[in-house]
Nanobody, 118 residues
Framework: QVQLVESGGGLVQPGGSLSLSCAAS????????MNWYRQAPGKEREWVAA????????SYKDSVKGRFLISRDNAKRTAYLQLNSLKPEATAVYYC???????????WGQGTQVAVSS
């Protein structure tokens, strides 16, 4: 029933940009906060950015502030992560996460690979 499908990953040069998308289905998208996480090779999965269900507030991991932008379009049932000024440390699989605090619901996509040449 629930599905989150990430897309937009790829190989980019340092300083380059990518736009990731997360298409949602099977649940009430507008009732969930959306998050992006990433997992680099050999490291634990870490939280990157969040946006509230109405899209009226965002938050970011300190190291990506000013460079990454999270957004959403509830009509399109899609969340986005714009990655600018990419550094090699951004190389990771990026995962979309849907979260509803009341009821503690959590849904995950399968991830999309971002590789930044070093």
């Amino acid at each position: 029933q629930v599905q989150l499908v990430e897309s937009g990953g790829g190989l980019v040069q340092p300083g380059g940009s990518l736009s990731l998308s997360c298409a949602a289905s099977g649940f009430t998208f507008s009732s969930y906060s959306m998050n992006w996480y990433r997992q680099a090779p050999g490291k634990e999965r870490e939280w990157v950015a969040a946006i509230t269900s109405a899209g009226d507030s965002t938050s970011y991991k300190d190291s990506v502030k000013g460079r990454f932008l999270i957004s959403r379009d509830n009509a399109k049932r899609t969340a986005y992560l714009q990655l600018n000024s990419l550094k090699p440390e951004a190389t990771a699989v990026y995962y979309c996460n849907a979260d509803r605090r009341i009821g503690m619901r959590n849904y995950w996509g399968q991830g999309t690979q971002v590789a930044v040449s070093s």
